[in-house]
């Protein structure tokens, strides 16, 4: 059946407006109380309350993670995620808006609920509480425990500075590298000496011309977390921590063998040995799906954002990705306000309070709605979003 968009999007967007209050207290109660990841304990029960004070049935613990849930109406296929997004920053709260990003999932999913109902559509909508996005990699562990079976496309919004559809993101994989060496007195037995620092300063300058032949998609960045002790003791550990990214897979597994080639070369010259740890699971890069980027950016623009296509792709990384490289999907980004304002900062977070995010995000909620609803009882629609995945 062919789906009237711009009358599904009025319906939806009325729903959401007729629960604003809802949604406000949601946000602000979420942004009241971050959470860091795998700790989003009151972040997880608060929507789960929602949820059954809206007469939903969520299932929380779920797919091995104690802090994540899911919600999920109707059965067979086809069958449409949504995820939410509630774990914050250290030091800076919500300063990547996740509060938004819960409370359009939800907002989103009681809206689709609804139109599914009265439109008598079949299929399965879900709503998946994702939790460790900003480091742990929930939606990678859920995934490993078949969170995504069954589902045949998935969905989540974020909000940023400004309007955008979904422009990729890379594979991240990380790493914490440790030199052992051998400690000696600086300046009275230096010979006796093997300097863990020494092969971490030659591993930093290594990558630093290795950059310069690496494609302009990727990007490599360390810090170092311990560098010695003191002057006059040869250091005998040094650690870094690193990330490789790649906006194409195939780069990510040939920088990370260079990586390890780099890591022995500064082993040889220093007679230093290199301990490798992967920190945190990997995560791959995002697929973004054309069709529903295009409804996407369709909807924003019909509800009086202003969406825009940024000048080039994403670089940053989400767990996301791996949904999307499972089944078609998009992340695509809202404004929490009308200037440049920089990810992952205080200004993020204080912007992620504003009535402007707010609005913005349910505007964003009702767009994710009606393409979750066209995705059920549309089938021009999903086999348009289902060719554009297998292409
Ligand atoms: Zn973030
Ligand atoms: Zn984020």
């Known amino acids: 059946m062919a789906m009237n968009w711009q009358a599904l999007l009025s319906e939806a967007k009325g729903l959401i407006d007729a629960e604003r209050g809802r949604w406000q207290a949601l946000s ?70 996740h509060n938004l990003i819960c409370t359009a999932a939800l907002a989103a999913f009681h809206a689709a609920v609804k139109l599914q109902d009265k439109y008598g559509l079949k299929g399965r909508l879900a709503l998946l509480g994702t939790p460790a996005e900003e ?6 562990v859920m995934l490993e425990h078949g969170c995504l079976d069954g589902i045949d496309a998935a969905m989540m919004v974020h ?13 991240v994989r990380r790493f914490d590298v440790t030199f052992h060496g051998k400690a000696a007195h ?13 092969a971490m300063l ?12 690496l494609p302009e998609f990727t990007r490599v960045h360390g810090v170092i977390l311990e560098g010695g002790v003191r002057p006059n003791i040869i250091p005998d550990r040094s650690r870094a921590r690193f990330y490789l990214r790649s906006a194409q897979e195939d780069w990510a597994e040939k920088m990370e063998a260079r990586f390890w080639d780099i890591i022995r070369g500064a082993e040889l010259m220093t007679g230093c040995t290199a301990e490798v740890q992967p920190y945190h699971r990997p995560y791959m890069s995002r697929k973004p799906n054309a069709i529903m980027n295009s409804a996407y950016v369709e909807s924003m623009k019909a509800l009086g954002a202003n969406p825009v296509l940024p000048p080039r792709p994403g670089r940053g990384s989400s767990d996301f990705g791996n949904f999307s490289q499972v089944v078609p999907g998009i992340h695509p980004y809202f404004a929490v306000g009308d200037h440049e304002i920089p990810g992952h900062s205080l200004e993020m977070a204080e912007a992620s309070a504003s009535d402007y995010a707010l609005d913005s995000a349910l505007r964003a909620a009702a767009a994710m709605a009606v393409i979750a609803v066209r995705y059920l009882g549309d089938d021009d629609f999903r086999n348009q979003i289902n060719e554009d995945f297998r292409k």
């Open 135 to 140: 480091s742990g990699g929930g939606k990678v």
């Open 202 to 213: 030659l591993l930093f300058t290594a990558i630093n011309a290795w950059r310069q032949q």
């Open 28 to 97: 602000k109660d979420i942004w009241e109380h971050p959470e860091l990841a795998y700790e989003e304990r009151y972040a997880c029960k608060r929507q789960v309350d929602e949820l059954r004070s809206l007469g939903f049935d969520p299932e929380t613990p779920t797919a091995g993670v104690e802090t994540a849930f899911r919600a999920d109406v109707g059965s067979s296929n086809p069958a449409f995620a949504i995820a939410s997004e509630y774990d914050a920053l250290e030091g800076i709260g919500h300063g990547c808006g």
């Open 186 to 198: 600086a300046a009275g037995s230096p010979e006796l000496g093997l300097n863990a620092l020494d």
């Open 159 to 171: 909000p940023s500075w400004r309007t955008t559809p979904d422009t990729g993101s890379t594979a």
